[in-house]
């Protein structure tokens, strides 16, 4: 009876993304960790900012930048602006004419990517670090950042993103904490596997063009691995966001994202050419999470289709039908204990599958909206 390996394999490969893998991915960093050679580095440093529309949050941007703790003559700032047709601009260009490290680059409209892509192009540092128009940065952010470059072998770092408390329902703050803990494990043993978007550095040496509609969260550390170098974390780097307001803003920008993760895992040659190790870490960390939706849909079905086969089989559907429910109340915002953080885990899984439908139906945009509350 097919049923009953698919209930397994389905149940298994969860456990795996969900618990095991965390769990063993932290033993192996403890037992055989590589640590990045850090040192102080002071070398130039190109900051380009992406912005598309940004004029309520470009200025605070522009001046948390110039506050930076890193000597003003190292660093320029480029905003890439992807043809904003609102007052970001004119905004920039003010700062620019009484601030040299500034400079405004027009981009005609292609999104975040294709936009970063020809500011790379332009831009003068030995290092290209990126950030989102609606972050703030820490003071000392770009040193913690640039210091871990003093080690040969890294090409690109990520720092850590803390979520501010939303506005709203949103409960991205608790995932996203177990989310930093795991980058960190993964970093340790030898890279991540995802980064930031809000706070990351490439050298520039290494700097890869990828296709405009892939993002660089997820395609730069692994090309990084592929070519024989390190994509690490550091957590001193601090970058702070405010998250999108409900769970429901959420849930619509993880189906944005997941249809570029599904174009990436599918048509970017995610497997090629990596370490076994990394491999592991790709299969486990990515395509088996991104794959969770699915894997929870065969669960419930086979769930259903073997209960009366076996106590087993119904534990596995009651303890469903205690989630979805519980998911039920945190929907209609009933206090209970965990509701919250179970509508949002359905409701991020259920993202996944809509996004491979999306995808497989109409493809991914390289061009990108705001999600709603973040500014």
């Known amino acids: 009876m ?6 397994w394999a389905s149940l298994g490969a969860l456990l795996w993304t969900h618990a095991g893998y965390p769990a063993a991915v932290a033993l192996a960093a403890r037992r055989r960790p590589r640590p990045v050679r850090k040192q ?18 470009i200025e605070r941007r522009l001046q948390n930048l110039l506050a930076l703790d890193y000597s003003p003559e190292l660093i320029e700032i480029v905003v890439a602006s992807d043809a904003s047709d609102d007052a970001t601009d004119e905004l920039v260009e003010e700062f620019a004419a009484r601030e040299a490290r500034v400079r405004l680059l027009r981009c005609p409209r292609g999104g975040k990517v ?3 892509d020809r500011a790379v192009r332009e831009a003068t540092g030995q290092i290209v670090a990126f950030s989102d128009a609606n972050a703030t940065w820490a003071p000392d952010t770009l040193t913690r950042l640039v210091e871990n470059f003093a080690d040969p072998d890294v090409a690109y770092v990520c720092g ?3 979520l501010q408390d939303a506005d709203g329902t949103n409960r991205e703050g608790a995932y996203w904490r177990y989310e930093v ?6 970093s340790l043993l030898r890279s991540v596997s995802g980064g930031y978007g809000s706070v990351y550095a490439v050298r520039r040496t290494d700097y890869i063009e990828v296709d405009p509609r892939f993002g660089h969260d997820l395609a730069l550390p692994y090309r990084m691995v592929q ?4 994509a690490v974390y550091e957590p001193a780097a601090f970058a702070f966001e405010k998250p999108s307001r409900d769970l429901e803003d959420e849930y619509r920008r993880k189906v944005r994202m997941f249809e570029h993760c599904w174009l990436i895992t599918l048509c970017g040659g995610m497997f090629r050419g990596l370490p076994a190790d990394y491999l592991m870490q790709m299969i486990s960390h990515r395509l088996l999470r991104y794959g969770s939706g699915i894997a929870h849909a065969v669960l419930l079905v086979t769930s259903i289709a073997l209960a009366p ?5 119904r ?10 429910t519980l998911a039920a109340l945190g929907r209609i915002r009933v206090r209970a204990p965990g509701a919250a953080l179970a509508y949002y885990y359905v409701l991020v899984t259920w993202a996944t599958i809509v996004a491979l439908r999306n995808y497989l139906r109409s493809g991914v945009p390289a061009v990108w909206e705001k999600a709603e509350g973040t500014r």
Do not use: C, D, H, K
């Not at 097919?2 to 209930?7: G, H, K, N």
């Not at 070519?227 to 390190?230: F, I, K, N, S, V």
């Open 309 to 313: 086969r076996g106590r087993v089989y």
């Open 160 to 162: 850590q993103l803390r």
């Open 40 to 57: 102080p580095l002071q070398t130039t440093v190109s900051i380009i900012v992406a912005a598309w529309n940004e004029e309520t949050v």
């Open 181 to 186: 803990w795991l980058r960190a494990q993964e």
């Open 315 to 324: 534990l596995a559907l009651s303890g469903q039908a205690s989630m979805l």
């Open 2 to 7: 097919i049923a009953r390996p698919l209930f």
């Open 114 to 116: 294709a936009a970063q």
């Open 227 to 230: 070519q024989g170098r390190r």
